[in-house]
């Protein structure tokens, strides 16, 4: 019986998820364990529909253009499997299929959420005898993944904002009048992205000049109070706010009032700039522009590193490589770093149990006294990700992207 693998991407996009994606096809194509790829369509909501593409045939033009290529191509989901004791239902579908289509190898690129299906799939296939090795492949422009020193995809979102921040900083100065720009990142409980806009000050720029992160209890008097401070030495103002900024009581502050939560209990997040926008007209200056990257930071290809893209593809070779050469089951691929100095990583592996839902936060001695901006030692760490830049593929002057025809043609075979 032949050996085929599987690959999925799941949870939130990155400017080079597919990178990752490449090297698992790449890897796997090239290895003589393995005689066929197949990729599930929208993650393991899809695969529980047989949605299930043969990418072994697939052009050898379009797997090289996909580190190229921004959005998770073979599309996502946000799926929580409950517990195997609870209800097997899930699991026999998933295995029903993997079954049919002789899959020995599963590679799951994703974050937390995405991580603890890796466990439970695992724990279900020892349990059951089942001969299928299941593996993580890290991504997140959150960068709150514990054991990796950082997240595929982090780099590439880093670079957009802090290059974002740094034009804002200049359009801001454009008329002769005092104002606030508010800019929210992404974040919801880590605030790594707010720390990466301070990246934007390292060419004199002096930007930005707040920022505030989920890790630090927000206070809107001091917030104004900041603000008023900095309005005595300049009259163009730079404020990063992280998504996922609290009062004292835990409550986001957010200018929605919804509710929504999504399969994991994760809030909707979004509106955290927007809602201090009155206090900054009432107590500092009337003219206030809120700016949210929004989905911009997870797929500004255009501006990806190279480090981080050179990162995410090794991560999805040697997860194949890994996987083929034993005991690899119920492991994610983690990065080392190795040096700073110059920077060097190395990609190993890790327990998957010790990544699923948790989360890694900013570490509170790399945020100043104040809590409203970073450290050298944060800037260090940073600097190294943001480096490099990608040779571009264009086409009538914009960029090149791919699809993967073998997957956009898939429709669903049954319902979940």
């Not at 917030?223 to 992280?242: G, M, P, Q, R, T």
């Amino acid at each position: 019986m032949s050996k085929n693998c599987l690959v999925a991407q799941s949870g939130g996009p990155t400017p080079i998820i597919n990178a990752s994606l490449q090297g698992v096809i790449e890897a796997a194509l090239e290895n003589k364990e393995i005689k066929k790829v197949y990729g599930a369509r929208f993650g393991i909501s899809g695969l529980m529909k047989d949605m299930i593409c043969d990418l072994t045939n697939e052009d050898k033009k379009d797997i090289s253009l996909l580190k190229h290529t921004p959005g998770s191509i073979l599309g996502s989901c946000r799926y929580k499997l409950g517990e195997m004791s609870e209800d097997v239902t899930d699991y026999e579908k998933i295995f029903d299929i993997l079954e049919k289509y002789n899959i020995k190898y599963f590679y799951y690129i994703g974050g937390n959420d995405s991580m603890d299906t890796v466990a439970k799939l695992n724990n279900y296939a020892k349990y059951n005898n089942k001969n299928l090795v299941v593996m993580g492949i890290p991504k997140t422009v959150d960068n709150d993944l514990l054991v990796t020193d950082h997240s595929p995809g982090f780099g590439s979102a880093a670079k957009y904002i802090a290059t974002s921040v740094m034009e804002t900083t200049l359009d801001s100065r454009v008329y002769q009048r005092k104002n606030v720009h508010l800019i929210e990142v992404m974040g919801r409980h880590a605030g790594w992205l707010a720390a990466a806009s301070a990246l934007a000050g390292e060419t004199g720029l002096e930007t930005p000049d707040l920022i505030y992160f989920p890790e630090i209890t927000f206070s809107t008097d001091k917030f104004v109070k900041d603000l008023k401070e900095k309005a005595k030495e300049k009259d163009n103002i730079i404020v990063v706010v992280s998504e996922g900024i609290k009062d004292s009581d835990g409550n986001y502050i957010s200018a929605s009032e919804s509710s929504k939560h999504d399969q994991f209990g994760h809030k909707q997040m979004g509106g955290a700039a927007k809602a201090l926008v009155p206090y900054i007209k009432e107590y500092v200056y009337d003219r206030v522009k809120v700016i949210e990257f929004n989905v911009l930071q997870r797929a500004a290809n255009h501006i990806a590193s190279k480090t981080d893209a050179d990162e995410a593809f090794e991560c999805g070779k040697k997860a194949v490589e890994f996987s083929v050469h034993g005991n690899a089951s119920g492991k994610a691929v983690v990065i080392k770093r190795t040096s700073n100095k110059p920077y060097q990583s190395k990609i190993e592996l890790a327990d998957v149990d010790l990544i699923a839902n948790k989360e890694k936060k900013v570490p509170r001695d790399w945020i100043n006294e104040a809590g409203n901006h970073v450290k050298e030692e944060a800037l260090e760490y940073l600097r190294p990700l943001i480096k490099g830049e990608m040779e571009r593929k264009t086409e009538k002057g914009l960029p090149k992207y791919t699809d993967l025809d073998a997957a956009v043609t898939v429709k669903p075979k049954s319902d979940i």
